[in-house]
């Protein structure tokens, strides 16, 4: 079935610092891949998203690329602020054998993101 | 706009007694409606779709039921709760017919199961 690996944390970096999550997936047919965002107590808000191969998806500052040669959709950010501080979760869409998702999708474990001042 | 509320945001009851988590939308039609469960320091479980009124799919097998008894509510019940069923439950809902529609999330309950 379909799955997604997110790179271990915690995440501990400084203020400004370049940040990189990895995510790799497993998926039959073309699925639709996104990151969201959890702060603390509160839901997952969306991040960003990518449709087919080779689409960037990016949203304040952040940005990752739809990988299909190496079934991967890493998260970066160029400058780190404590803001930023969430737990960030993959996920991509998941397809029934009628090609249609009904919007389910399947999440990685979640990389917890700390930024000290 | 849309909104999506859920209700309450802290829960503890004890082993035994039933649960009733309640969601809500607004600002749209037909959404696809979801329960999804975290459990501590893990990812999200999705429970429960639901494609329309009356319409529930459960992902997993468990002590949980979920029900839409409405076009933009959705409930998730048990009739006895475990210790198992402790976690962060969230509902989200995502447009209808678009698959790459993405979720979008409620602020989540809290369930502590004693």
């Known amino acids: 079935g379909d799955s997604v690996t997110q790179m271990e944390g915690p995440v501990t970096l400084s203020e400004e610092a370049f940040l990189t999550i990895n995510c790799t997936y497993t998926a039959t047919g073309y699925p639709s891949l996104f990151w969201y965002v959890q702060y603390p107590g509160e839901g997952l808000q969306l991040l960003l998203k990518?449709?087919?191969?080779?689409d960037k998806g990016s949203n304040k500052g952040f940005e990752a690329t739809y990988r299909k040669e190496t079934t991967s959709f890493h998260l970066e950010k160029g400058s780190v602020q404590v803001s930023d501080s969430a737990v960030y979760f993959c996920a991509l869409s998941t397809s029934n054998a009628g090609g249609t998702s009904y919007g389910k999708l399947t999440f990685g474990q979640g990389t917890i993101l700390t930024v000290h001042p | 706009s849309q909104t999506i509320h859920q209700w309450p945001a802290t829960l503890v009851q004890p082993v035994g007694s039933p649960l009733s988590l309640e969601c809500t939308v607004e600002?749209?039609?037909?959404?696809?409606l979801y329960w999804y469960r975290q459990a501590a320091g893990r990812g999200l479980q999705l429970l429960f779709y639901s494609v329309g009124i009356g319409q529930i799919s459960s992902e997993v097998p468990q002590n949980l039921s979920a029900s839409r008894p409405q076009d933009r509510q959705f409930i998730l019940s048990s009739k006895k709760l475990l210790l198992s069923d402790s976690g962060f439950y969230l509902c989200?809902?995502?447009?209808?017919?678009?698959?790459?529609?993405?979720?979008?999330f409620g602020n989540g309950t809290r369930l502590t199961v004693t």
């Open positions: 990518a449709t087919k191969a080779d």
């Open positions: 600002g749209t039609s037909n959404p696809n």
């Open positions: 989200a809902w995502s447009a209808y017919i678009t698959d790459n529609s993405p979720l979008h």
